[in-house]
């Protein structure tokens, strides 16, 4: 599949940014697409520049350009990509972030990767639940891309073995016949009362596209990251990983200050075990003091987890080898 709509201007995260539809057919909601997002590169930029594709998580979208700016400072392609039913992706009508199958998602990754260049085979910098659509892609094509660098992906559920397996089971008939009707709440404000400038933090995130509670979760797509779980954990990724997560969680429905420091929405102990299973090469950075997203952490530790990252691709060979010090 290609992208056919033309470059437009990206008006979230301004120039050089820019953004083209990749049209994915229609559902029962309606026209179907996902959302390519570019750092306009110079005509007398290197063809052989090295690209990283970023994917958003649950309930979120592509908007930090802090991030995206650094990348390109650190010498890298900068390519991002809203999932469709999320963030710009999103259409009047439509339930939010709601999924079938994470497979699903493959049409546009196949087309962002397309549009990227096939021979180029980027990094995918992937966070929570879109950490386990990188490792599901990556999983059954290899060959696409050059390593997955995991931001506090969503891996594993807090319900035990027995208990996702109850859960996935049970929730299948109510997906199929019903798949845009909540199964959770939404949650609550703690992360953006973190993270966000209305509380006095350091990111201006639309709450439209990234709501302070999340969207209604809807059942379809809780089965569907469910199912991905139970895959990612029975195959293996054959590509480097790289796993970048708090040192601590703080889960609560009431909010707790510590949770400026930690990660408030996922178990990260229960993150680390899942993995360090996810094949043969990965390395888990564990950063104190970071929050779910981390490049939505301190400054020290944004800086903390950059240089990991940066060190990291050199490494592998993606990017020439990082300053030792």
């Known amino acids: 599949m290609s992208t056919t709509a033309a470059w437009e201007p990206d008006e979230i995260l301004g120039a050089p940014y820019e953004r083209r539809d990749i049209p994915l057919g229609r ?23 090295p690209a990283v594709l970023v994917l958003h998580g649950w309930s979120d979208y592509v908007f930090q350009r802090t991030l995206l700016e650094r990348l390109h400072e650190e010498g890298m ?6 999932l469709r039913k999320s963030g710009r992706s999103l259409r009047p009508g439509q ?23 096939r021979d180029r085979r980027p990094i995918l910098l992937a966070h929570s639940a879109g950490g386990l659509v990188a490792v599901l892609w990556a999983m059954r094509h290899p060959a696409t891309v050059s390593g997955v660098a995991l931001n506090s992906p969503w ?25 845009g009707s909540p199964i959770l709440p939404r949650g609550p404000k703690h992360y953006a009362r973190i993270v966000h400038t209305t509380y006095g933090g350091e990111f201006d995130f639309d709450t439209r596209l990234k709501p302070e509670g999340g969207h209604p979760f809807p059942v379809a797509t809780l ?12 195959g293996q990724v054959q590509v480097p990983v790289l796993v970048l997560r708090s040192d601590a969680s703080r889960l609560s429905l009431r909010f707790d200050e510590r949770m ?17 299973q996810l094949g043969p090469d990965v390395r888990v950075e564990v950063l104190p003091g970071a929050v ?16 990991v990252l940066r060190r990291w691709l050199g490494g592998i060979g993606v990017l020439p080898p990082a300053d030792p010090r």
């Open 27 to 49: 559902d029962d909601e309606g026209e179907l697409l996902a959302t390519l997002i570019h750092r306009h590169q110079d005509q007398d930029s290197p063809r052989d520049t």
């Open 77 to 82: 392609d900068v390519w991002g990509l809203d």
């Open 95 to 117: 339930t939010p972030t709601e999924v079938i199958r994470l497979e699903d998602y493959d049409r546009e990754l196949d087309a962002a990767l397309g549009a990227i260049g």
């Open 155 to 179: 891996l594993v559920a807090p319900l035990g073995a027995v208990g996702r397996g109850i859960a996935r089971r049970a929730l299948a008939p109510v997906a199929r016949r019903r798949p």
């Open 223 to 234: 089965h569907a990251i469910l199912e991905g779980q139970r895959l990612s954990a029975a």
């Open 260 to 276: 400026r420091r930690a990660d408030s929405v996922l178990d990260v102990h229960a993150m680390d075990s899942a993995a360090r």
């Open 292 to 307: 779910h997203d981390v490049f939505l952490s301190p400054p020290a530790v944004r800086e903390r987890a950059m240089h």
